[in-house]
């Protein structure tokens, strides 16, 4: 049945969920979901079993009188209560389908409430639209849309803004090194590198340490370009920044190794800089590393799932592998991951926001060899007996895969080495 | 000062009446089962988690249909944290169903959208003996009919289709969802089906969710014992185990928050007895035994297995109770746990510091009083910072909660325990009872504790 009404064994998860991603990157935030309870406590268990940290999400609690009344008294007491027991930089106030149903008018109680100490930024994700990703997307958008201020300077600094998306803290790292490397200075929006992959030192801190600044996201308007890792999360961002700012603006997922060669010519261009020898050495290595095990890899036929811009940017990178992606799947329908996924490959299946049954329809209906998922295709790698490279959010049924990135040259002789790998134990099997 | 006001509380006075100091010489509970203080960074879920997560979730063949945005189905697909499981894992927790209600479907209803998906569902997987629909927070408020949709898609299909009206923001916490949920499976499933035959000693299990298996070291305690489980509510159990329910001489009530209201309406009904235990440790356990057995007059084949049983494990029990003795824990559980486990602790050496629950009620409340000493701190609905403050300040040596719960602990260097899905359980019984302990002492002596540092301050 290719047109199912009903969704069976979802390929996404809803709207708020990406917006608190976005928000545990930046220091000292508090997400606060207005809506019921366990929309703040389902996704928590979310982040503490992909990432093993403690995640803190306040929540409105509404109830039957809010549903019926209106949640603005909760919402009020809410921020009051996180501003007066924790002092945020700031609060993300994150919607949900039941205060987007009931009509909520966020954007004015916040207005109006006029909250002094943390800066209040409202979040419009209503779960009945897009998924985690447009989630993150208009979080991103919504922290930029409403504290980026141009400085009275008219001349830009020469910071770079970065925007990851949801990708893990190990990318991130990927991304800052290979920077640090060319001496630049940038922002990361938001940088979840610290946050999400904390140490364990005592005391422990009110909030964790690392993630962006509130003052680093103002100063955001004052960069001299943009570029988001992730076009569907992070891209609004992006062009927001471009439209208002007219700052260069770029999208480029670096996974693999052209796309890297083409994220770091775009750095280049955007700031003058020049790639060191150090960075032609670490591509030289993921070279070496894809070359030592071509004879693995090559022939190999792939079933590509994720989120859209990292199912791409993996589609283009097996192909530099010598493996063919027989399907690309998306997590979330986009006519734009649908051109894309057509220019990578035209012998290939897409699949544009479908569910991870029809994933396993396909992978079976395919020869594949090898799977890319997160944890909710695992079963779909057993039942099939292919190979399996556990990848995206969220990964809970191994350890670790948070702190390890897959961007960038370096991060790609780590994937490189997790395919091979995979592939070798799925021979052995 | 029974009551107290944690320093993390200053700016919202009424958390003091959730807060409890225990004295003997009182007669106070802290309050409980009341609306959340809004953003308080509270630990609690949402009715459907109660009705679908807790109560119905375990239910192996039975198509979960979730009626909503994707969130909802995607949290607890698989159970979620929840590891209730079932022998039934082809099916059972691999497949998660959802509507998927769009932006047009809000505006226009989503009646089709559901009916449909019910027809499909069936389609897919035509060996499931029925379909739950769970209604969500959006399904409230636009009011799509969910009786009549199931009503129809039933008459269509030939198998029941059971809506639940389980919408998240109704009451103040998940403990509303199990209420819901024992009062539909009651109206809607018990007493659908008779059991082939019926003996003098037919018990159903209420209240235990099969947790990493607990029931299979429950169950064949009673077996052996001449008892037959007619049904279990809901660990492991088929839709038709529980619409036989009705015949059954007795219901055993584990957990009693999520199902005192099934075996009431059983016993109203039905007319069946409902006997309360906690199958945590060697005494409570023995206790429950022997109650049953006096039930059905098995005393003697109960003695017997309980003294096989018990010296098995007891000698091992006693060493770990050599090695905990003196050390002290903070319980905070959704509800009953935190009262069962005091004494199951007690016999480990171990005593309650504190105890904190979700979702409790005040018979909750009082059975926690009954149990634990003089100045322990009884907490209701406890926020993200006062299990902070309280970990901190009190310095317990071990913490016993949930995921939500467990890196805060970790993050503070304090030992934790999962006790809501476990750590390498099944916890139950006797047998059980080691796996806890045994856990116990991992959370407690591993190594890495001692190479913590400490910033310069």
């Known amino acids: ?429 | 000062m029974p009551l107290t006001l944690l320093k993390s509380d200053k700016t919202i006075p009424e958390r003091e009446k959730h807060t409890y100091i225990k004295a003997a010489s009182e007669n106070i509970l802290p309050l409980s089962n009341v609306q959340t203080t809004p953003g308080d960074f509270t630990e609690r879920g949402c009715t459907y988690a109660g009705c679908m997560g807790v109560v119905c979730g375990p239910i192996k063949d039975v198509i979960h249909l979730v009626h909503g945005p994707i969130g909802c189905a995607y949290w607890t697909w698989g159970g979620g944290t929840r590891q209730n499981l079932s022998d039934n894992p082809g099916f059972h927790r691999k497949y998660c169903f959802s509507t998927d209600m769009q932006e047009d479907d809000i505006i226009f209803g989503g009646e089709d959208k559901l009916y449909k998906s019910i027809l499909e569902a069936h389609k897919e997987f035509p060996e499931a003996k029925g379909v739950f629909v769970y209604a969500t927070c959006a399904i409230g408020l636009i009011g799509d009919d969910l009786n009549g949709v199931c009503k129809r898609a039933e008459q269509k299909i030939g198998i029941r289709v059971v809506p639940f009206n389980c919408e998240g923001f109704r009451g103040c916490s998940q403990s509303l969802g199990h209420h819901i949920a024992n009062d539909t499976l009651f109206e809607r499933v018990v007493g659908t089906k008779e059991p082939e035959y019926l003996t003098d000693f037919d018990m159903n299990i209420i209240g235990d969710y099969n947790i990493q298996g607990d029931l299979w070291k429950i169950k064949p305690l009673f077996e052996r014992m001449g008892i037959r489980i007619l049904s279990t509510f809901t660990g492991n159990a088929s839709v038709d185990d529980i619409a036989q329910a009705h015949r059954a001489k007795l219901n055993l009530m584990h957990c009693q928050r999520s199902t005192p209201y099934i075996c009431k309406l059983m016993e109203e009904k039905y007319g069946i007895p409902v006997l309360r235990a906690s199958l945590f440790g060697i005494k409570q356990t023995s206790k429950a035994l022997r109650d049953v057995a006096a039930f059905f007059g098995l005393e003697d084949k109960a003695e017997e297995i309980i003294e096989e049983e018990v010296s098995k494990v007891a000698p091992k029990i006693e060493e770990y109770r050599r090695k905990f003795e003196g050390k002290r824990v903070f319980i905070y559980q959704g509800a009953p746990r935190a009262w069962h486990w005091v004494n199951m602790f007690r016999e480990l050496g171990i005593e309650t510091i504190a105890a904190a629950t979700t979702f409790g009620h005040e018979e909750d409340y009082a059975k926690i009083c009954e149990r634990v000493n003089d100045g322990v701190l009884v907490l209701d609905n406890p926020n993200s910072l006062e299990l902070e403050e309280i970990l901190i300040e009190l310095k317990p040596d071990l913490f016993i909660s949930g995921l939500k719960e467990k890196y805060l602990s970790y993050k503070l260097g304090v030992p934790f325990i999962n006790g809501h899905s476990y750590e390498n359980g099944p916890y139950a019984v006797y047998s059980g009872f080691l796996n806890f302990a045994r856990d116990i002492e991992k959370a407690l002596f591993t190594p890495v504790w001692g190479l913590i540092r400490r910033n310069r301050e």
């Not at chain 1, 916040?110 to 639209?129: A, L, Q």
């Open chain 1, 1 to 429: 049945m290719r047109n199912r009404s009903v969704t069976i064994n979802p390929a996404r998860m809803c709207q708020p969920i990406g917006a608190m991603y976005a928000l545990f990157g930046v220091h000292a935030a508090v997400p606060l979901v207005h809506g019921s309870q366990g929309c703040a406590a389902y996704p928590m268990r979310m982040f503490n079993r992909h990432f093993g940290e403690l995640v803190q999400v306040a929540v409105s609690s509404l109830g039957e009188d809010a549903s019926v009344f209106g949640g603005k008294k909760n919402l009020i007491a809410s921020i009051d209560n996180i501003i007066a027991r924790r002092h945020p930089e700031l609060i993300g106030v994150i919607t949900t389908c039941l205060s987007e149903t009931i009509g909520d008018d966020i954007d004015g109680i916040i207005r109006e409430g006029n909250f002094k100490d943390s800066k209040v930024v409202p979040i419009h994700t209503p779960s009945y639209v897009g998924s985690h990703v447009t989630g993150y997307d208009n979080a991103l958008k919504a922290l930029v849309t409403n504290l980026s201020e141009e400085s009275d300077s008219d001349n830009a600094n020469d910071r770079l803004n970065i925007i990851p998306g949801m990708v893990n803290p190990g990318d991130v790292l990927e991304i800052k090194q290979m920077l640090d490397s060319m001496s630049i200075a940038y922002t990361i929006l938001s940088d979840i590198s610290e946050t999400l992959n904390a140490p364990l030192i005592l005391p422990k801190p009110p909030f964790p340490s690392g993630g962006t600044s509130v003052s680093e996201i103002e100063d955001c308007a004052n960069a001299c370009g943009v570029i988001s890792l992730c076009e569907h999360a992070g891209g609004s961002a992006a062009a927001f920044l471009k439209r208002e700012y007219g700052m260069a603006s770029d999208t480029i997922c670096p996974i693999g190794v052209s796309n890297t060669d083409r994220f770091l010519d775009s750095v280049c261009n955007m700031t003058g800089a020049e790639i060191p020898y150090s960075l032609e050495q670490e591509r030289g290595r993921l070279i070496d590393a894809m070359v030592d095990v071509h004879m693995k890899t090559c022939g190999k036929r792939a079933a590509i799932f994720a989120d859209p811009d990292i199912a791409l940017a993996l589609a283009e990178f097996v192909i530099e592998l010598g493996i063919e992606p027989v399907i690309v799947s998306s997590s979330t329908a986009s006519r734009k991951f649908l051109q894309k996924a057509k220019s990578v490959t035209d012998c290939c299946e897409i699949l544009n926001g479908r569910d991870l049954y029809e994933l396993q329809r396909a992978v079976k209906s395919n020869e594949v060899d090898i799977l890319f998922g997160n944890t909710k295709c695992t079963p779909i790698a057993k039942d099939e007996d292919v190979a399996f490279v556990r990848c995206g959010f969220p990964v809970y049924d191994r350890v670790g895969y948070h702190r390890y990135g897959i961007m960038g040259y370096h991060g790609g002789v780590y994937l490189t080495d997790m395919i091979t790998n995979a592939i070798l134990e799925w021979e052995e099997r």
